[in-house]
């Protein structure tokens, strides 16, 4: 355990006459393999092999163990600090740091004088004053018993015990016998005595306090402290032991979660960004898709409503957005020297989110949604490497007031038009704009700034709009563009905007782009209405197309002809053709 170095003197020795032996003869919190010292935890920067051994590459826990001591001073000051004393007489400043507001299974009045704390997987840290104690962060590894230290151990010793052998009186140790049944605590139902004449006694020493804590100690009294399968907390959850593919990928994600905090890319599938994106999209393709969307909107939002109705795929990997980017990944794979993909977003079995037929603003919702929850499930899944710039039609200022990105790790600027997401932990970035050309230009800029190692994505969004074709050539024929940018090219038919004839492969990235169907305004609106032209009386064409400029217009998300009294003057002037009527922009609120 100390290798070259002398073991530290204890101020009190443990019962069986040698702290730090592998073995012990005391049982209960006086065992001190199980319940070891202060000085004999494993160091926080260090590995200690009394505690951890290699598994798979990475160093892993061999056992579990609990920091035991009574409470003697207790601080609020900033944070909650306590000073505790361990029955081997060592004093040990506790500072909590939880990753919750408050602890979970006790609360913050029980740190009191002569209660008694457990910890488990405690370990050694030095502070910046060069005090040592721990720093506990954890808010499930950590109990406080409202009972004094030799009380806790007196009544721990009576589970083990029961957990050992035969039931025992929990007072005075009698064994059950055929002539000598014993009485259970009507209460916890876990602690047995011989009659009264033990159960008042005991009561007033110990179980008065402890009774409501006794499934709890009976669950630490069956732990196999030798055996590590998990962490386990104060729930003491049922632990299945993993098979040997989910010990593999356990290690792949503690070697990635490792490199991820230090800043560095995982190498597990190499460095190819086919092999990078398609990890990361086989590590979320089983997560749920109403999660992404709640970023947006609530669960009994008109939106969530209208996504539901509108066939809303369950999973990820049932998304146009998944399919497209692995399409992209299997495109780069075939040929490694491709940048640039073009996608149709269109109708399928897959369901009503790939449908325009239903509604375009459906489509935008699950996009913009998808595009914003990716930066968090690549933290989550901590893979690094990978930065984003989406072309997003929603308001995003939505996003930023997510609870989602309240943490130290996001740094968000933006405002209702674009948004920049970055993640402090990786570097990675994500970028989302409702502009074609800013989403290309910052693609650039996020890969000029990026590690040479890291990837850029582009999703660019390009409607059938004959406006857009000279932005559209100018970023499809750049020739100075970083290696290390992917562009993925989603063609959309808008009912406004025209449509395209089918993708065509054989034709060039600009020709693809700009392949649109010849059709006139009229014919394009009476198709989005699912208007037959055979059973409309027609009028003089150039009449009709003079009423419809200036007395109505299409509504770009909701694609039905309605009076310009129907747009805010805002849309009108902001968005000209591409404006959206009141009803959908109050819809985008929600």
Not at 229 to 257: C, H, L, M, Y
Request: hydrophobic fraction near 35%.
């Amino acid at each position: 355990m100390f290798g070259l170095f002398a073991r530290p003197e204890l101020p009190i020795e443990c019962n069986c006459g040698d702290a730090s032996t592998e073995s012990c003869t005391q049982i209960g919190l006086r065992d001190h393999r199980n319940f070891p010292p202060f000085a004999y935890l494993p160091e926080e920067n260090d590995v200690d092999e009394s505690y951890y051994a290699l598994d798979g590459g990475m160093y892993s826990p061999t056992r579990h163990w609990v920091l035991v001591g009574e409470i003697m001073e207790v601080s609020f000051f900033i944070r909650p600090r306590v000073t505790i004393k361990t029955q081997y007489g060592e004093t040990v400043l506790v500072n909590f740091h939880l990753d919750t507001p408050s602890p979970t299974f006790f609360n913050w009045e029980d740190l009191k004088p002569k209660h008694t704390i457990a910890i488990f997987y405690a370990v050694n840290r030095t502070f910046m004053d060069m005090n040592q104690g721990v720093r506990q962060e954890n808010a499930r590894t950590v109990m406080v018993f409202p009972c004094p230290l030799e009380c806790l151990m007196d009544e721990f010793e009576g589970h083990v015990s029961v957990t050992k052998s035969a039931k025992a009186c929990f007072y005075c140790g009698k064994l059950e016998s055929d002539d000598h049944k014993l009485l259970k605590c009507i209460r916890c139902k876990h602690v047995f005595y011989c009659g009264r004449s033990c159960q008042s006694p005991h009561w007033k020493k110990s179980h008065k306090s402890l009774c409501q804590y006794a499934p709890m100690l009976a669950n630490l009294s069956k732990l196999a402290f030798s055996h590590f399968d998990d962490f386990v907390d104060w729930s003491f959850p049922t632990i299945v032991p993993p098979t040997a593919e989910e010990k593999t990928e356990k290690t792949k994600k503690s070697i990635r979660e490792a490199l991820y905090n230090m800043g560095a890319t995982s190498t597990s599938t190499g460095n190819s960004m086919h092999s990078r994106v398609d990890e990361f999209l086989s590590l979320i393709e089983g997560r749920d898709t109403s999660s992404a969307v709640q970023l947006l909107c609530s669960e009994a939002s008109p939106i969530m409503t209208m996504l539901n109705e509108s066939g809303l795929p369950q999973l990820i990997r049932d998304t146009f957005l998944f399919k497209s980017l692995k399409e992209l990944t299997c495109a780069v794979m075939a040929n490694p020297d491709l940048r640039q993909h073009v996608v149709d977003l269109k109708s399928d079995e897959s369901g009503g989110f790939q449908s325009r037929s239903t509604h375009e603003f459906t489509s935008d919702i699950l996009l913009s949604a998808l595009f914003a929850v990716i930066p968090l499930w690549q933290h989550e899944e901590c893979m690094s490497g990978i930065s984003w710039s989406f072309e997003s039609h929603y308001p995003l200022n939505i996003i930023q007031g997510n609870d989602a990105f309240k943490s130290n790790v996001w740094r968000l600027h933006g405002d209702t038009d674009s948004l920049l997401i970055k993640n402090r932990v990786s570097g990675s970035t994500a970028f989302m704009s409702d502009h074609m050309k800013l989403v290309a230009e910052m693609g650039e800029m996020i890969a000029a700034q990026a590690n040479p190692c890291d990837i850029v994505i582009r999703v660019i969004r390009v409607t059938a709009n004959e406006s857009w074709a000279d932005c559209v050539r100018s970023i499809a024929t750049q020739h100075d563009l970083s290696s290390n940018v992917y562009t993925l090219w989603i063609r959309e038919n808008v009912a406004i905007c025209g449509s395209f004839n089918p993708l065509n492969t054989e034709m060039s990235l600009v020709e693809q782009l700009l392949d649109r169907r010849e059709i006139s305004f009229e014919e394009l609106i009476l198709e989005r209405l699912g208007v037959n032209e055979e059973n409309i009386m027609r009028r003089d064409s150039s009449e009709t197309e003079s009423q419809v400029g200036m007395n109505e217009q299409a509504c770009y998300s909701c694609g039905e002809l309605k009076s310009v009294e129907s747009f805010s003057n805002t849309q009108r002037r902001r968005y000209g053709n591409e404006a959206r009527c009141r009803e959908c922009v109050s819809l985008s609120t929600l």
